[in-house]
């Protein structure tokens, strides 16, 4: 059995290094652009249990996401050992700071070793993501609280939750699909063509789990766990003495997660923590703490699911060591 973290990190070291590079220098950006002092003072205030309840907070929303996960693998036929799957699961997440989905070519290449078909894997991954992008969307309603004062940004984000949460009914039909084939060889545009194609495959292939019951079991998983993670976010900006809502901050927690991801940055650095910090100012947080307040969330969230995958990947290959030994 190949190692494939190790050639996977390799192939992409330079990619990780950059990403390393920026979050770096936008984390010391942030804490420069505003009062280090009071920044610290923030910090000092999340003890040991404070950090241990975040931390198991962010687990559990792991793990609901895997139970997802094993979930559609098990529609589609396929069985494998949860525990196991379960650390091809946290793998994925070792590579997340990598662009082009390094994360999920990595699993997809676990469960290859079991039979899966890549096509199966990528439309679990494409299926994966659309119910967090939907579930995500949906909690990001509770923002309209915090921005009730325009009208307009009410509006916008109405609007855009309505498109994304249509297109549920939409990529199940064949129409759909048909229509994105066609299109593709009409298009010259190499890029765009495959492009078009790939994806009318991909729904092609997406079809079972884009069905009734996998499509509503794994948004109401998506929902516990966002709404978990959210809950975490309320308790780190109340313990830091700001004063919110718990509606208030998973609505704030939600809408920094799309702004990260309609970056198209990986892993949303910079831009998730700047959504957070822009929305807690406009609730009256000082800038310092809802830095401060950003950065915990975010060590306990993003940080904390790569140092997890990366156990999770030395894991496995040490395992394929012992199996080749």
Same mark, same amino acid.
């Not at 992409?12 to 804490?31: D, F, P, Q």
């Not at 992008?133 to 309603?141: A, I, K, N, P, T």
């Not at 947080?285 to 401060?292: K, L, P, Y």
């Given at each position: 059995? =190949?190692?494939?973290? *190790?050639?996977? !990190?390799?192939?992409?070291?330079?990619?990780? @290094?950059?990403?390393?590079?920026?979050?770096?220098?936008?984390?010391?950006?942030?804490?420069?652009?505003?009062?280090?002092?009071?920044?610290? /003072?923030?910090? @000092?205030?999340?003890?040991?249990? #404070?950090?241990?309840?975040?931390l198991v907070c962010s687990l559990l929303n792991y793990l609901l996401r895997f139970v997802r996960w094993h979930y559609y693998l098990r529609y589609l036929t396929h069985s494998i050992p949860a525990s196991q799957n379960f650390l091809y699961y946290l793998a994925g997440f070792a590579l997340t700071l990598t662009p082009a989905k390094v994360g999920e070519t990595i699993r997809s290449s676990y469960l290859a070793q079991h039979g899966v078909p890549y096509t199966r894997s990528l439309a679990m991954f494409f299926?994966?993501?659309?119910?967090?992008?939907?579930?995500? @969307?949906?909690? @990001? &309603?509770?923002? *309209?609280?915090?921005?009730? #004062?325009?009208? #307009?940004?009410? =509006?916008?984000?109405?609007?855009?939750?309505?498109?994304?949460? /249509?297109?549920?009914? &939409?990529?199940?039909?064949?129409?759909v699909t048909r229509f994105l084939y066609n299109l593709h060889k009409k298009?010259?545009?190499?890029?765009?063509?495959?492009?078009? &194609? #790939? &994806?009318?495959? *991909? !729904?092609?292939?997406?079809?079972?789990?884009?069905?009734?019951?996998?499509?509503?079991?794994?948004? $109401?998983?998506?929902?516990?766990?966002?709404?978990? =993670?959210?809950?975490?976010?309320?308790?780190?900006?109340?313990?830091?003495?700001?004063?919110?809502? !718990? =509606?208030q901050s998973i609505g704030i927690y939600a809408i920094s997660l799309l702004a990260g991801a309609a970056s198209f940055i990986p892993g949303g650095?910079?831009?998730t923590e700047a959504a957070m910090t822009l929305l807690l100012t406009l609730l009256g947080?000082?800038?310092?703490?809802?830095?401060?307040?950003? *950065?915990?969330?975010? !060590?306990?969230? $993003?940080?904390?699911?790569?140092c997890l995958g990366f156990t999770a990947a030395l894991i496995l290959s040490f395992n394929s060591e012992k199996i080749k030994g």
């Open positions: 059995m =190949q190692n494939t973290f *190790l050639k996977l !990190l390799l192939k992409n070291k330079r990619n990780l @290094s950059i990403s390393l590079i920026i979050a770096g220098a936008l984390y010391i950006g942030l804490v420069l652009f505003s009062n280090p002092d009071k920044i610290v /003072s923030a910090f @000092s205030k999340m003890n040991l249990t #404070h950090w241990l309840f975040i299926v994966d993501r659309f119910a967090d992008v939907v579930v995500v @969307s949906l909690l @990001s &309603l509770f923002v *309209l609280k915090v921005s009730g #004062h325009s009208e #307009h940004i009410n =509006q916008f984000i109405i609007i855009m939750v309505t498109i994304i949460v /249509s297109f549920i009914p &939409l990529m199940r039909q064949t129409f298009i010259t545009w190499n890029f765009l063509s495959k492009t078009l &194609l #790939h &994806l009318s495959q *991909l !729904l092609t292939t997406a079809r079972d789990l884009l069905a009734l019951k996998p499509v509503y079991t794994g948004l $109401l998983l998506g929902l516990f766990a966002w709404f978990i =993670q959210g809950i975490a976010f309320y308790f780190i900006v109340t313990t830091l003495g700001i004063e919110i809502t !718990l =509606q650095i910079g831009t947080a000082d800038t310092a703490t809802a830095i401060a307040a950003a *950065l915990i969330s975010r !060590l306990a969230t $993003l940080w904390f699911a790569v």
